[in-house]
């Protein structure tokens, strides 16, 4: 999941973690790192490397903005729809109309974050 520096400052100063303990830097995108047993995000509580398995945000309250929005994404054409890898995507309404203006928005903050370094 990307993250942007503003939400890795509010998860470092809340977690009292480092950000190289949470967040790796691709390509000038940080996005959330993968517990390595479990293969799901560090900050998801769970004891499975089950996709389907249960399991709890434990940053919930603070959690990225991308994480509130998913599992609705773009598509290739800039349209939201639900991200065909999320086994929960049929609980999920069609998304609504200005979510494509959010994705877009949150994409752009990322990507321009990651070229001014
Ligand atoms: S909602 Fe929480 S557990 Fe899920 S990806 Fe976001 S920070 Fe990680």
Redesign the pocket.
Known sequence: ?PITQAESAR?QRRTGMAQDDFAVDNDGVLT?LNNADTR??????TDSADAQAE??????EI??K???T?PYVLDTKDEAVLDQGCPHRSQFPDPPEDMAFTLLNLEERILREGSSD
């Open positions: 999941m998860l959330l799901a995000c560090v900050f998801l509580l399991g709890l945000c434990s940053v919930y959690r990225p991308g994480c509130q998913y």
